[in-house]
C-alpha cells in the first residue's frame, strides 16, 4: 500500500520560515520523481517544486530563490524548506511521488498539510 504523508504545515508570519516534509512508504522511492503542489482556496493546484530520482530539482517562478526541495532516499522523504513566506504562499501543499513508463505515468498522492501564512 502506498502511502505518501505529508507534515509540517502551520501558521506562520509573513517573511518566517517553514519546513515540510513527505514521508514515503510502500513504493521504491529511488525510482519516483516527487514533487510539492499546492493548492489556494478557489484555485487549481499548481507544482511549486519537484526533484527528480536524478536529483534534479525545478521551482515554479514564483518560489524560486525562497524554497529548496531536497530528497533523502534512505529514509525516504522530501523536504521543501520555505523562507521568505509570503500571504499568496497560504495554501494545502501536498506531495506527489512520480513513476513515468513509456506509455503512461504512475502517481501517487498525499493527502496534504495546511500553510497559512499571516501579513
Known amino acids: 500500500q502506498v502511502q505518501l504523508v505529508e507534515s509540517g504545515g502551520g501558521l506562520v508570519q509573513g517573511g518566517g520560515s517553514l519546513t515540510l516534509s513527505c514521508a514515503a512508504s510502500?513504493?521504491?522511492?529511488?525510482?519516483?520523481?516527487m514533487g510539492w503542489y499546492r493548492q489556494a482556496p478557489g484555485k487549481q493546484r499548481d507544482l511549486v517544486a519537484s526533484?527528480?530520482?536524478?536529483?534534479?530539482?525545478n521551482y515554479a517562478d514564483s518560489v524560486k530563490g525562497r524554497f529548496t526541495i531536497s530528497r533523502d532516499s534512505a529514509k525516504k522523504t522530501v523536504d521543501l524548506q520555505m523562507d521568505g513566506l509570503k500571504p499568496e504562499d497560504t495554501a494545502v501543499y501536498y506531495c506527489?511521488?512520480?513513476?513515468?513508463?513509456?506509455?503512461?505515468?504512475?502517481?501517487?498522492w498525499g493527502k496534504g498539510t495546511l500553510v497559512t501564512v499571516a501579513s
Open positions: 506527489k511521488a512520480r513513476r513515468d513508463f513509456p506509455d503512461y505515468g504512475m502517481d501517487y
Open positions: 526533484i527528480s530520482s536524478g536529483n534534479r530539482a
Open positions: 510502500g513504493i521504491i522511492f529511488s525510482l519516483f520523481d
